[in-house]
């Protein structure tokens, strides 16, 4: 397996702008995971999806952004508009049914909004 | 979710035997303990997981005493490659409500030659 993929791996902006991060996960697991991190807050979960539905999104910071996982193999994180502060590294992850503990994280998608 | 706490840094060098522990004073019953390894520019990695006792795999070992309020990553002989930041996390293995997993803010290890 590939295991979970990312795209785009880097990604530069301007403020307002309306940006999509995508996400794959690995194939058979029903755990799909958004993660944010920075050097100032560390690693932080935004939201997580089982069998495609929303579970908890708790951690999504406020209204501008979104997450959808239309289908098993795809999501998507959006931001809109964009602002300076959402600057970040953004992971995705994925794991198996009922082992949400042992998750495969992306490579990641480094965020940054001029 | 039971909070967990571990050094911010450790040191070491190439061949040395390193052990990171963490505590979770408030584990549950249920909760498993977890470790992840994360390189710069990378996402973080699982690498060993263990509810009691002793877990070894080919990367680490985990050693957990019998109160299960704290636990221990053992890396035997450590090379430059192992520098890293190594995170704790305590919670239920199958994920779902009651298993989110926090992030603290790891320990750093860095192996000098």
């Known amino acids: 397996d590939a295991g979970v993929i990312q795209s785009p791996r880097h990604e530069v902006t301007e403020m307002g702008q309306e940006v999509t991060l995508r996400c794959k996960p690995i194939?058979?697991?029903?755990?799909l995971f958004w993660y944010r991190q920075t050097m100032m807050r560390g690693l932080e979960l935004l939201i997580y999806f089982n069998n495609n539905v929303p579970i908890d999104d708790s951690g999504m910071p406020e209204d501008r952004f979104s997450a959808k996982m239309p289908n098993a193999s795809f999501s998507t994180l959006k931001i809109q508009p964009s602002e300076p502060r959402d600057s970040a590294v953004y992971f995705c992850?994925?794991?198996?049914?009922?082992?949400?503990?042992?998750?495969?994280f992306g490579p990641g998608t480094r965020l940054t909004v001029t | 979710l039971a909070k967990t706490t571990q050094p911010i840094s450790m040191d070491s060098y190439e061949g040395q035997e390193v052990n990171i522990t963490c505590s979770h004073n408030?584990?549950?019953?249920?909760?498993?303990i977890t470790w992840y390894q994360q390189f710069p520019s990378q996402g973080p990695r699982f690498i060993i997981q263990g509810y009691k006792t002793k877990v070894t795999n080919e990367v680490a070992s985990l050693f957990i005493p019998a109160d299960r309020k704290s636990s221990t990553l053992s890396l035997p002989r450590v090379s430059l490659s192992d520098t890293a930041v190594y995170y704790c996390?305590?919670?239920?293995?199958?994920?779902?409500?009651?298993?989110?997993?926090?992030f603290g803010k790891g320990t750093k290890l860095s192996v000098k030659p």
């Open positions: 408030n584990i549950a019953t249920n909760d498993y």
């Open positions: 992850a994925s794991s198996r049914p009922d082992r949400g503990s042992e998750q495969y």
């Open positions: 194939s058979g697991h029903d755990y």
């Open positions: 996390l305590v919670g239920d293995r199958g994920g779902g409500s009651q298993g989110n997993l926090i």
